[in-house]
């Protein structure tokens, strides 16, 4: 197994901030101080509760609890082993890294399956990409109907390593199986068609994609890791898909389509004030969005959105305009799309055109380019609006029964909000669009959700399980101590040497994360010299502790005395070892009496020597 040098692993997160690591994955905003907050990619939240101070290199979630250094959040995020984290870090920033002799650098039998996959996927992009460009009657085709039939750039080929796959293609699996990767892996990654149970050979992977437009799917840092295939005249006849318009890579290891949108990774760089996201429906048509200059479009991988995929937006930005076809199968997916949307916290207005009957938004940018976004976002209507002009187009004309039918179905959507004020500004919209008194209107809201809590959340409340008892106050008191003067060591560093010298082991409460980490800390310091923060994670051995010493890291200190407030810790903890030894002694004493027992004498030098120490505690020097 390859071992790293503890001097590269140093080298590298000098080199590298935690910031441009996790930064990839979540929408950092400044915090002050050198930290930043985002919503965490560990849970589910609408207010950021994640924290990362890029001085420190360290990040906390102070919702779910998660800590650690960029090392941990790549090995958290992508799914990584240690050493795999790090190689990937290194590689992702042209950091070089050593191992220690005899050992080596990874093999192919030491990468785990994810990394080889992903290693497939790029090697097999390059190969639709050159097949894309290569001087050949298939190639000439290829580009002749990226520019002719679709109306796309040989520019914006290049820059989303569009390719193709030609009819006979036995080349990317001679090339894989040529390099060795594991069987596994050559299974697993959703390239070839592979029978159950058959001895894997070159002639047993057949290629799933054959004679089709090939468009990489990237996850959100950036990743190959999907392809979309689009049917074409050179698509063979016995390929098993040959009639479906689009063929979708199979889910694998490293590819899960309802937790991934078409170009995140490009767009969320551009979101912002008045550049919301704007979730279209494929590939293509936020190829067109990207060509016209509107690059912030996304798509779905050929399903139906989902919460997770809305988790990712609402990651990186809270708004989003939502551009379906204007045809009944896509107003049905945009009134799927806003309940969900309003439970994940998000914004949402839609882009429609007045009077048309059939809006394409491929169609529409390749004609008008981006003027026609501007004219569609002038007149786009709210959330609201929409839903009650797709489930009632004429209130005027509706009877009393149309209209509280229509309010019961905006109320399944409006439940979906959370926050009160936003359903009060809803309601409020419904009420003008129905003609409704909003009263009415209010008090049917209400038993809606009354019936709603009823039936739907009364089960799952009754069986929630009851919160845990608190701690008892002597308990999280003595806890207290070891944590405080973890934090002094953890902020200054003169401190940490002096505690090293003076703070006997064994007056630490080693039975609770902060007495451990302290204990650890302190004879690090002592006996092998300590190197700073950068060797801080080999030293955190639990989630605990790793949540634990972000937490006080996050902490800053006060403008107090802290050798003082280190030297009244000291003495905390020096009463609490030997106090206790004096009582015990005291008792033993007081059942000896003056009877000349031959160990009251050992108990009196006892008692005296403990009497001493307690009026001479233990005073930290930080020398000049």
Request: aromatic share 8%; charged share 25%.
């Amino acid at each position: 197994m390859p071992v790293i040098k503890a001097s590269s692993l140093r080298d590298l997160k000098n080199r590298v901030n935690i910031h441009d690591i996790v930064v990839r994955v979540v929408a950092l905003k400044k915090a002050g101080g050198g930290r930043f907050k985002g919503l965490c990619p560990f849970h589910s939240e609408k207010t950021p509760s994640f924290n990362v101070s890029a001085d420190k290199g360290f990040f906390k979630c102070f919702g779910c609890g998660k800590a650690g250094d960029a090392i941990n959040f790549v090995m958290e995020t992508e799914g990584l082993a240690f050493t795999e984290a790090v190689e990937a870090i290194a590689q992702r920033f042209g950091v070089p890294l050593e191992y220690e002799e005899g050992t080596g650098g990874p093999s192919r039998e030491t990468r785990s399956l994810r990394q080889e996959i992903f290693e497939i996927h790029d090697l097999a992009a390059d190969h639709y990409r050159q097949a894309f460009l290569a001087a050949t009657p298939p190639g000439e085709f290829i580009r002749d109907y990226w520019v002719r039939n679709r109306r796309f750039t040989p520019e914006l080929a290049e820059e989303f390593r569009i390719g193709f796959a030609p009819p006979e293609d036995g080349a990317l699996a001679a090339g894989l199986y040529k390099r060795k990767f594991s069987e596994d892996a050559l299974r697993q990654c959703g390239l070839f068609y592979v029978r159950d149970g058959a001895v894997l050979t070159l002639g047993a992977l057949r290629p799933r994609f054959r004679g089709r437009l090939m468009i990489p799917i990237r996850d959100h840092q950036g990743r190959v890791v999907a392809f979309t295939a689009r049917q074409l005249e050179l698509t063979p006849a016995d390929d098993p898909a040959r009639e479906a318009k689009y063929v979708n890579s199979p889910e694998t290891p490293i590819f899960t389509k309802s937790q991934l949108l078409f170009n995140l990774d490009r767009a969320r760089a551009h979101v912002g004030e008045g550049h919301p996201f704007v979730l279209v429906e494929g590939q293509l048509d936020a190829l067109r969005c990207w060509s016209v200059g509107l690059r912030t479009a996304v798509a779905p991988q050929g399903t139906s959105i989902t919460d997770g995929q809305l988790g990712l937006l609402r990651r990186y930005h809270p708004q989003v305009e939502c551009f379906f076809d204007s045809d009944s199968a896509g107003q049905k997916a945009a009134l799927r799309f806003l309940p969900m949307a309003l439970k994940a916290g998000l914004e949402v207005r839609f882009l429609v055109a007045a009077g048309a009957t059939k809006l394409d938004p491929d169609l529409l940018f390749l004609e008008r380019g981006l003027a026609a976004y501007a004219e569609l976002r002038a007149g786009a209507p709210t959330a609201m609006q929409f839903a009650c002009r797709s489930l009632l187009p004429d209130p005027a004309a509706a009877s009393p029964e149309q209209k509280s039918r229509t309010a019961q179905a905006l109320f399944e959507i409006l439940a979906q909000a959370e926050s009160s004020v936003a359903r009060a500004a809803f309601l409020a919209e419904i009420a003008v669009y129905l003609r409704v008194p909003p009263a009415a209107l209010e008090r049917d809201l209400r038993a809606f959700l009354a019936r709603q809590s009823g039936s739907r959340y009364g089960a799952a409340a009754a069986a929630a399980p009851a919160a845990p008892a608190a701690a008892a106050n002597g308990d999280s008191h003595a806890r207290a101590t070891e944590a405080h003067l973890l934090f002094l060591c953890l902020h200054h560093e003169p401190l940490l040497h002096a505690l090293a010298a003076q703070l006997p082991h064994e007056w630490i409460d080693a039975t609770h994360a902060a007495g451990r980490l302290l204990d650890r800390i302190l004879a690090e310091a002592a006996h092998n010299g300590w190197s700073g923060r950068e060797g801080l994670d080999q030293l955190l051995e639990t989630e605990e502790e790793k949540s634990l010493v972000a937490s006080l890291l996050f902490e800053a200190p006060g403008d107090e005395d802290l050798t003082k407030i280190a030297n009244e810790g000291v003495r905390s903890l020096q009463r609490r070892f030997l106090e206790p030894q004096q009582r015990q002694i005291e008792l033993e004493i007081a059942s000896k009496g003056t009877n000349g027992d031959p160990d009251l004498l050992s108990l009196l030098k006892q008692r005296a020597e403990i009497t001493r120490q307690l009026l001479n505690p233990p005073k930290l020097s930080l020398g000049s």
